[in-house]
């Protein structure tokens, strides 16, 4: 698949998104787990429109987050996400805490947290990258209610909150 182009209003939401994760990582690092939801995956390759450059996408950033995030769980329309699953695979062959859910985000995400109900304590940061509307209200309530309390270990952080929800575009669609 070609790299996908974007303007540098992207890759400067990109950046930002690296800060976040950053900042959300070191935050919850005394904890042995960090979840990582990509509603809106895209592609494993991405280059800039005005230079060219290869710009790295949401999901490389995360994977290269340090602590890095011990689940990721990637949402992609089911072209890009086979596309995007293998790339992956080819380019980190070491990381087992991958998974794709290839389809509609907003059918697949019951079963990405039914996967994921043994760690529902853990800190979670969802990124939720929609180039439209996509997102339903439906499926932000799902998110915002998946992080419980019960079964955290009692190593580190206190906080029961729910899911960190980041969306990027919003001030942009406004
Ligand atoms: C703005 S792009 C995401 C870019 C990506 N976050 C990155 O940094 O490279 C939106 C992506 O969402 C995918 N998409 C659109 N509708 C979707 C849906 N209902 N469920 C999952 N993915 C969807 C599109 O195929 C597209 O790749």
């Known amino acids: 698949m070609a790299p996908r182009p974007w303007r540098w209003?992207?890759?400067?939401?990109?950046?930002?998104?690296?800060?976040?994760?950053?900042?959300?990582?070191?935050?919850?690092?005394?904890?042995?787990?960090?979840?990582?939801?990509?509603?809106f995956a895209g592609q494993a390759e991405n280059i800039s429109k005005e230079t060219g450059r290869e710009i790295l996408g949401s999901v490389h950033r995360a994977l290269n987050t340090e602590p890095p995030f011990t689940r990721i769980a990637l949402f992609e329309l089911p072209a890009k996400a086979k596309q995007l699953e293998q790339a992956l695979r080819a380019q980190y062959p070491r990381r087992r805490d991958i998974k794709v859910y290839p389809g509609d985000c907003n059918d697949t995400i019951s079963q990405a947290m039914a996967d994921l109900a043994s760690v529902r304590w853990a800190p979670t940061f969802a990124f939720v990258d929609q180039h439209d509307n996509e997102i339903k209200w439906v499926t932000l309530e799902k998110l915002a209610r998946?992080?419980?309390?019960?079964?955290?270990?009692?190593?580190?952080?206190?906080?029961?909150?729910?899911?960190?929800?980041?969306?990027?575009?919003?001030?942009?669609?406004?």
């Open 9 to 39: 209003w992207t890759e400067h939401k990109l950046q930002i998104l690296q800060k976040y994760l950053q900042a959300f990582a070191k935050a919850s690092m005394k904890v042995p787990e960090r979840i990582y939801l990509d509603l």
């Open 146 to 174: 998946f992080r419980k309390r019960k079964q955290r270990p009692r190593c580190g952080s206190s906080s029961g909150r729910a899911s960190t929800v980041a969306d990027l575009n919003y001030a942009r669609r406004r």
